[in-house]
């Protein structure tokens, strides 16, 4: 079975009850315009939406399904696909599942389809907003554990210091522009270092050692550079945080994470995450 629906200029707050359902989030407004392909095969659901939202807003809730699939509360997410006219386009938005399947529902279908769709929206503002720098998706359980799960370019530093890298001169500017732009998003700040880059060369050497008036040679047990390292990191995170608060984004919109150490030789950076 094969049908398309199309609906203009529905009124979403009728609906809040049902959405709320669904999404996890109250309707406060919004308008919606929807055109869509149903296919029914095999009791296999197949169903393609393209999406225009008008003037669309949601009561914040505790955190959702929704949210967690994002990574990010859903009206942050909304606002960073919403375009000058207060309208956000979702398009190719995909229903798929077994309706014989009892562990499929309605509530599932929809969440992930709305995530995938806003995910891919969000990809694409970021990567316009930041370029030539850009942004990911990120496992939950990837680099940076706590950055969230749209996650930015990491922004490189000098080895061994807590300095921008040159060739990262201008990303802050850009964060910042991007986050004054968009006064609903945190980022989250995680600073890593390297166990081989951000390590001091000093070379190991045999130090004689008199024992019982007997000459002998020992090896000079290897340094643990772990605390060193720690601090290394937690400076650049700090480094980040207090830059980015004198270009005007307010203190409580800039979340340190927890450290961390890498082997990766390019680890000498600061893990950039959106919440």
Known sequence: MDSTIKVTQLPLDKLSVYLEKAIGYQVKTGQLDVESTVKVKDQHLDVNIDALLRKFRVNPSDRSDVDNELGMPLGAALNLVRDSDDNITLNGIKLKGDLNDPAVSAKQLVTKAVSKALLAGTMTYFKFALQPYGAALMAVQAIGKQAGKVSLDPLKMQPQT???????????????????????????????????????????????????????????????????????????AKLIKR??????????????????????PAGARVILGVD
Request: with cysteine; hydrophobic share 45%; net charge negative.
């Open 162 to 236: 807590a300095e921008i890298a040159i060739e990262n001169a201008d990303y802050l500017d850009r964060l910042a522009d991007l986050m004054t732009q968009r006064p609903q998003i945190h980022l989250v700040i995680c600073g890593e270092a390297s166990t081989i880059a951000d390590i001091p060369e000093s070379p190991e050497v045999a130090v004689p050692v008199v024992v019982e008036e007997v000459k002998e040679v020992k090896d000079v047990e290897p340094v643990d550079h772990t605390l060193m390292l720690i601090d290394l990191a937690n400076e650049r």
């Open 243 to 264: 830059m980015l608060f004198e270009k005007g984004i307010a203190s409580e919109r800039l979340l340190i994470c927890k450290s961390e150490l890498t082997d990766d």
